[in-house]
């Protein structure tokens, strides 16, 4: 019974044995630089996309238009991350021409100045209140000369409206995507079939 399973596994062998375990390995290996090189292509584009929103930014441009190439696309491809993450200290995209034009607009409107109230205020108050403990006597000072002159009318614009961060999905059906998935399913066969190999070696010994 013994000798018959050994003749069933050399059977086996024999048809597996012209099927290379490394023709396995070279297609994953030929996959894997298509991936590296698709993942850099995506963060290039993404990096030309970034650059085109802070181009119409500083030159009050189509800012939105661009802005949503930027989003779409990196919605839709991998290693084009664009979120702040733990380690940043600021959102990657901020749209700091945009912002300053509204405030300038705001100032027009309104004709006053808020941060220069602010700074009148606080030179003001350093001249002629004590300081107190944390500065506790000039905040009540501060607030009074804001609203004498004005300054409390005015809402400041939210900068936050004006920062933006997008995530990039862990995968996506794009070159990146695909190749990665190729890889990875030939680098398993090549492992499986190396390892069937080596068992069948081991099984078929005397």
Same mark, same amino acid.
């Given at each position: 019974?013994?000798?018959?399973? /050994?003749?069933r596994l050399?059977?086996?062998?024999? /048809? ?77 995209i901020q ?11 705001? /100032? ?36 009074d000369y ?16 004006? /920062? ?43």
């Amino acid at each position: 019974m013994k000798n018959m399973d /050994k003749g069933r596994l050399h059977h086996f062998w024999r /048809k597996l044995k012209p099927i290379s375990p490394w023709s396995f390995l070279v297609v994953a290996l030929i996959f894997s630089g298509i991936c590296v090189w698709s993942l850099r292509e995506n963060n290039l584009h993404m990096i030309r996309l970034r650059d085109a929103v802070y181009a119409a930014d500083k030159e009050n441009g189509d800012v939105e238009g661009a802005l949503r190439n930027l989003r779409e696309y990196v919605y839709a491809h991998m290693n084009t991350d664009l979120s702040s993450g733990n380690n940043s200290i600021k959102p990657p995209i901020q749209l700091k021409y945009e912002y300053e034009r509204l405030v300038e607009a705001q /100032k027009q409107q309104t004709g006053t100045d808020s941060s220069q109230v602010y700074t009148d205020a606080q030179a003001y108050c350093e001249a002629n209140v004590p300081d107190g403990f944390s500065g506790r006597f000039r905040i009540p000072c501060i607030q009074d000369y804001v609203a004498a002159h004005g300054a409390g009318e005015v809402q400041p614009i939210p900068d936050a409206l004006f /920062k933006f961060d997008f995530v990039s999905p862990l995968w996506s059906p794009d070159v990146a995507g695909w190749s990665l998935v190729i890889a990875g399913i030939f680098g398993l066969l090549f492992l499986v079939r190396l390892g069937s190999d080596l068992w069948l070696r081991y099984e078929l010994r005397d």
